[in-house]
């Protein structure tokens, strides 16, 4: 089965800029969203095919990805993009990253 | 507004089967493909299972496939997961999500929890 793989844990300073990375075998040829989940809430869609923001997303949110790897960047980091990060492709149903736990310290 | 509104999560005994229900609203339900998500306490998320729009696919996770089905009732704009033969590995928070497209999620419901437990 396909398999989508995260780092567990990022670490970043509030007003810095946060780069998490997505690796999957030829993920270059699929489309990659980003879902936020904040601690106790559901998750939020805030990338979709790559690099695409939803209508109420910031501008501090980019993505972009190149041949086996997606990157969620968000720039301008505040204590409330504090939250779990999970990435998610599809090849022949949908799959989703382990999830990276974004720390704003 | 767009709120998708999950219930029927509650405990229940390995062995035993419960059916989730998932109300849309504010935007074009029929339009929408259609998942079930879930999330096992402190995990990531699992996808489990989908639905196309006029309900002529259905696809499942192999965790789930066999003792779990999926529907949809477009008049109604709802969504459904009958889940029979519940394991404890089945205890997680369901979540109901649309997608314009089968291949990403464009909005999330606030999530059932399922306890499995003896």
């Known amino acids: 089965s396909y398999e989508l793989t995260q780092p567990p844990s990022v670490s970043v300073s509030p007003g810095q800029t946060a780069t998490i990375t997505c690796a999957g075998d030829?993920?270059?040829?699929?489309?990659v969203s980003w879902h936020q989940q904040r601690p106790g809430q559901s998750p939020v869609l805030v990338i979709y095919?790559?690099?695409n923001r939803p209508s109420g997303i910031p501008e501090r949110f980019s993505g972009s990805s190149s041949g086996n790897t997606a990157t969620l960047t968000i720039s301008e980091i505040q204590t409330f993009d504090e939250a779990d990060y999970y990435c998610q492709a599809w090849d022949t149903s949908m799959v989703f990253g382990g999830g990276t736990k974004l720390a704003v310290l | 507004e767009v709120q998708l509104v999950e219930s029927g999560g509650d405990l229940v005994h390995p062995g035993g089967s419960l059916r989730l229900s998932c109300a849309a609203s504010g935007f074009a339900f029929r339009d929408f493909e259609m998942n079930w998500v879930r999330q096992a306490p402190g995990k990531g998320l699992e996808w489990i299972s989908f639905?196309?729009?006029?309900?002529?696919?259905?696809n499942y996770a192999d965790s789930v496939r066999g003792r779990f089905a999926i529907s949809r009732d477009n008049a109604r704009n709802s969504l459904f997961l009958q889940m029979n033969s519940l394991r404890v590995g089945d205890t997680a928070v369901y979540y109901c999500a649309a997608g314009y497209s089968r291949k990403w999620i464009d909005y999330w419901g606030q999530g059932t929890l399922v306890t499995v437990s003896s």
């Open positions: 639905i196309n729009t006029a309900s002529s696919t259905m």
């Open positions: 095919q790559d690099y």
């Open positions: 030829r993920l270059w040829n699929k489309y």
